[in-house]
T-cell receptor, first 114, second 120 residues
């Protein structure tokens, strides 16, 4: 059974700092990996999707990398801003028969202090 | 265009009552998913539809939970005889398709705001 772990569980940084969020998964046979942002009272916002054949994806100040063989992904946030404060969730879709269901980690709660 | 919408946003009910949660996916999205999220946890898969066909309901906790999508668009998740342990955020997502089609956007899942269910 696929398990997704996110470290750290919580992170507090001063504004302007670059930071890395970590995600690991136990079964490397994944179809893709998706990073989400969760704000209180709102839905999950998809940030980046990386197909298993890709190594990284970039969107603005965000860069996500994928090392499928080692079961790891990182989300790099450059020049953090208070508006980046949220919970960041990592999720994978397995490449087996259930290649539609997302398996999520518990998330990293990020606080960016002005 | 409009994203995924869910209603109600908040639902408080008494133990033993039935509740129906609604999801309106993004127009044209073939696949629809229901997840449940407990406090401090990531969402967990409940069930999934392609068009009107329920393809997988393995994540539904027990037979008090059911879901339908009769016309391949709006979906309803129904919980009968609610219990306090059913209290959670219920999230719906949709995607263009669920199988690989060579495009990274085909199976990207887009989530609605969720329904916060509280069973007293």
């Amino acid at each position: 059974k696929q398990e997704v772990t996110q470290i750290p569980a919580a992170l507090s940084v001063p504004e302007g700092e670059n930071l890395v969020l970590n995600c690991s998964f136990t079964d490397s046979a994944i179809y893709n990996l998706q990073w989400f942002r969760q704000d209180p009272g709102k839905g999950l916002t998809s940030l980046l999707l990386i197909q298993s054949s890709q190594r990284e994806q970039t969107s603005g100040r965000l860069n996500a990398s994928l090392d499928k063989s080692s079961g790891r992904s990182t989300l790099y946030i450059a020049a953090s801003q208070p508006g980046d404060s949220a919970t960041y969730l990592c999720a994978v879709i397995d490449s087996g028969g259930s290649n539609y269901k997302l398996t999520f980690g518990k998330g990293t709660l990020l606080t960016v202090n002005p | 265009g409009a994203g995924v919408s869910q209603s109600p946003r908040y639902k408080v009910t008494k133990r033993g009552q039935d509740v129906a949660l609604r999801c309106d996916p993004i127009s044209g999205h073939v696949s629809l998913y229901w997840y449940r999220q407990a406090l401090g946890q990531g969402p967990e898969f409940l069930t999934y539809f392609n068009y009107e066909a329920q393809q997988d309901k393995s994540g539904l906790p027990n037979d008090r939970f059911s879901a339908e999508r009769p016309e391949g668009s709006i979906s309803t998740l129904t919980i009968q005889r609610t219990e306090q342990r059913d209290s959670a955020m219920y999230r719906c997502a949709s995607s263009l398709a669920s199988l690989a089609s060579g495009s990274s956007s085909y199976n990207e899942q887009f989530f609605g705001p969720g329904t916060r269910l509280t069973v007293l």
